[in-house]
């Protein structure tokens, strides 16, 4: 089996927008009982608040922006070359995409944005 070919950033991104996009589908139901304690009562969002403010939930928040910025990048990064074709910049927009993703997480958890 030639396993050469995965581990070529293209390679690499497409499996990030694949495995960022099936964690995203994963945690929807997690966001929608959330928004359920909201309509719930004021107790039930109060005590949910309490345990969002943990270390870990707040470490997974950061998880949750870098991997939407993450998919949004690198679905970006599939429209341009469904658009504008394959190009030798390739390797440059798959380091664009994870930058720009890293620099969204990074923005989150310093509280900039």
Known sequence: MD?????????????????????????LPLHFWALSRAITGEAAL??????ADAGLVKASETLLVVLLA??????????????????????????????VALAAGLLFLLNVA
């Not at 995965?6 to 995203?24: C, D, E, K, Q, Y």
């Not at 070359?81 to 927009?93: H, V, Y």
């Open 3 to 27: 396993l050469r070919g995965r581990s070529h950033p293209t390679w690499i991104a497409f499996l990030v927008h694949r495995v960022s996009g099936l964690l995203l589908a994963l945690f």
């Open 70 to 99: 993450a998919h949004l990048a690198g679905g970006l990064r599939v429209l341009a070359l469904e658009f504008l074709g394959w190009r030798s910049s390739q390797k440059t927009m798959v380091a664009a995409s994870a930058g």
């Open 46 to 51: 109060e005590g949910f608040l309490r345990w």
